[in-house]
């Protein structure tokens, strides 16, 4: 079974094969993360001649039947070629080279799945289908999109709860009293009031002294009074 993560792919190596409208659209995703891509492929798109030649990926031409030892060197292989066939081969590279391995041409057999995604101000979301329907997962994604675009309070409960994320570090509180508050803002109704409002700062003063509470109880307990 898959385990959804969100991996930071800067300066890693990924490698594509395949120089069609599917390994371009894969080759741009990982370059906007700042990831190392070279293409695989006998021919190019256009768009992958162009960002070769402003530097910003490689091109090689090499028949994916005589593919092997160059791939080691890879985080990330993305297979995507409409031949099937070659599958099996790929999934034994993975396991010679240790490499992660992203099967464009067959989700339900890939290892490695790369989700529709989304997200606002730190909040960031994907989704897939596990092969069933891309048109749906889009849809999908598109809806929590507006979802998230539309709700102003959840960005107010986010600064402040990142906030008293920040000033309970910032103080040292024990890890004991850092749960109990995050439990006791999380089910603050005034907090949630103030979200509501768009009231940031009165919102961060809140948790600020729903902090300062605890810690002054702890306090108390440790004493003995």
């Avoid at 605890?214 to 307990?221: A, F, Q, R, T, W």
Wanted: hydrophobic residues 40%; without cysteine; glycine residues 8%.
């Amino acid at each position: 079974m898959r385990v959804p993560l969100f991996i930071e792919f800067h300066g890693k190596k990924v490698a594509v094969i395949g120089g069609g409208n599917v390994g371009t659209s894969r080759a741009k995703k990982f370059l906007e993360v700042g990831a190392e891509v070279t293409v695989f492929s006998l021919e190019f798109s256009k768009e992958l001649k162009k960002l070769e030649k402003e530097g910003k990926t490689r091109l090689i031409e090499k028949r994916v039947e005589d593919l092997d030892d160059e791939l080691s060197e890879f985080d990330l292989v993305v297979v995507a070629i409409g031949d099937k066939s070659h599958n099996a081969r790929f999934k034994e590279l993975a396991k010679k080279h240790r490499f992660l391995l992203n099967l464009a041409n067959d989700a339900s057999e890939t290892e490695v799945v790369v989700p529709f995604e989304g997200g606002k101000n730190g909040i960031r979301f994907a989704v897939t289908t596990e092969g069933k329907s891309g048109v749906v997962a889009r849809v999908v994604r598109d809806k929590f999109q507006q979802l998230l675009e539309s709700d102003k309070t959840i960005f107010t409960y986010l600064t402040a709860m990142e906030h008293l994320k920040n000033f309970m570090k910032s103080r040292e509180i024990p890890i004991n009293i850092r749960m109990r508050v995050y439990a006791i803002a999380g089910s603050s109704k005034e907090l949630l009031k103030l979200s509501e409002l768009g009231k940031v700062e009165e919102a961060k003063e809140l948790v600020e002294r729903i902090a300062e509470e605890e810690v002054k109880k702890g306090d108390v307990l440790e004493s003995g009074f």
